[in-house]
């Protein structure tokens, strides 16, 4: 699939490299079934400088089944010990929620999309015009899905955690051009370590999928890692986002607090604009600064005809004389005029050079 990076927009919005970052805050399960907590993720969001918020459409049933069996209850890590369904009975958004949700974001002129994980999801989404969709990382895989999602015509964004560059092919093809792609390179690490971040990979990706729009879905904490990525290409950034990790909740450990997204979008914003374009010579803020360079000045007076030599003229500030480089062609010519120590030296200063000099 060949497109523009500047053809890939959400709600209007364009996204690529001549825009500012696309900032999505992630509430994942992070309302703690409480709907009021949920719309105030919503307003927090808004208020901190996202894009974006972005819901999970899921319930425990559609996402897996209620068994303890192998591989049904996690090991390790911040969920280590729960089954699969009681982690998702917790974490899901209630369907009855979406609409509320949806109502809340739009009345503030804040996007709002979701993830959905099966085609019942979609459906959902698809009744409340969501504007785009994202596919998680785990279900990355699930080509029969991504090929649900493309045939909308939405923008899909696909996290690539967990997936060799092969797998991320197979869902490139799957979305097969029906759709506006952008792929978010993610470590589905929680949290993931600076050190497995890898940023590097977004520009491969860039390289490996030819107008592909890329991103960053991160899970470290802090903001460093989102600043590094956009340096580094990234055009989306998705991070999770909480009112205070005291409170709890499922991805509340990875989570930024409205006052840290704040500070990421901030910094985000700036070190974008910072990147410019590859140009030379004088900026806007330097002007006047070259009359401040080094220049040749006559650092002792000179009579008339007097041989100039290195304790006549020197190289230093302001630079209102001629360039330093031209010094090795004037010691050594005669002065066409008596010349004061603090003058600016100047062709015209200089008698004709004779035969030989």
Known sequence: MIQSPNEFAIDGRPIGPDHPPYLIAEMSGNHNGDLNRALALIDAAKAAGADAVKLQTYTADTITIDHDGPGFRLEGGLWGGRTLHDLYREAHTPWEWHEPLFARARSLELTIFSSPFDT???????????????????????????????????????????????????????????????????????????????????????????????????????????????????????????????????????????????????????AWAAMGRVEYGVKPSEVGGRDYRRSLYVVADVAAGEVLTAHHVRSIRPGFGLSPKHLPEIVGRRAARALRRGMPLRWDLLAPAEDGE
């Open 120 to 270: 019942t999801a979609i459906e959902l989404l698809e009744g409340l015009n969501a504007p785009a969709f994202k596919i998680a990382s785990y279900e990355m895989i699930d080509l029969p899905l991504i090929r649900r999602a493309a045939r909308s015509g939405k923008p899909l964004i696909v996290s690539t955690g967990l997936a060799t560059l092969g797998e991320i092919a197979e869902a490139v093809e799957a979305v097969g051009g029906a759709a506006p792609l952008a792929l978010l390179h993610c470590v589905s690490g929680y949290p993931t370590p600076p050190e497995d971040c890898n940023l590097r990979t977004i520009p491969h990706l860039a390289a490996a999928f030819p107008g592909v729009t890329t991103g960053l879905s991160d899970h470290s904490e802090g903001i460093a890692i989102p600043v590094a990525a956009m340096a580094m290409g990234a055009t989306i950034i998705e991070k999770h986002f909480t009112l205070a990790r005291a409170d709890g909740g499922v991805d509340s450990a990875f989570s930024l607090e409205p006052h840290e997204f704040k500070a990421m979008a901030d910094a985000v914003r700036t």
